[in-house]
């Protein structure tokens, strides 16, 4: 059933959940899962097997030590997927599976899946 007048975030969550019925991590390779506020970029790696969070980024660290005000939002995005590369390797995860969010793979969301993925992680 399709109801009128959704906002864009709605239809997001609809795309979302579609999208998570397919993807599931593991603890052999865990799901890469970005969101974006209008503010700041988020990604988890999440192992949904024991629901639990193993690594995380957000540009909401980058704000604190003030690198953010001179990056625009791609630049921004890159630097997140480098971090949560680097943090992932630490705890040695090399594979995930990439969780988009229901956004589409353009702009921040791919920038930062080619920057995770320039970083050492692999899907």
């Known amino acids: 059933?399709?109801?009128?007048?959704?906002?864009?975030?709605q239809k997001r969550v609809v795309r979302h959940n579609r999208i998570r019925g397919k993807v599931k991590g593991t603890s052999e390779c865990p799901r890469l899962?970005?969101?974006?506020s209008l503010k700041f970029i988020y990604a988890q790696?999440?192992?949904?097997?024991?629901?639990?969070?193993?690594?995380q980024a957000n540009?909401?660290?980058?704000?604190?030590?003030?690198?953010?005000?001179?990056?625009?939002n791609l630049e921004v995005a890159d630097q997140i997927g480098k971090m949560?590369?680097?943090?992932?390797l630490?705890?040695?995860?090399?594979?995930?599976?990439?969780?988009?969010?229901?956004?589409?793979?353009h702009g921040k969301i791919k920038a930062l899946a080619d920057s995770a993925r320039k970083n050492g992680l692999k899907f």
């Open 1 to 9: 059933m399709r109801l009128k007048n959704n906002s864009r975030n």
């Open 90 to 105: 630490t705890q040695k995860i090399e594979k995930v599976v990439f969780d988009r969010g229901g956004y589409k793979y």
């Open 45 to 55: 790696v999440i192992n949904d097997d024991d629901n639990k969070v193993i690594a």
């Open 33 to 36: 899962s970005v969101f974006c």
């Open 59 to 72: 540009s909401k660290e980058m704000q604190k030590k003030e690198k953010k005000a001179s990056l625009n």
């Open 84 to 88: 949560v590369a680097e943090r992932c």
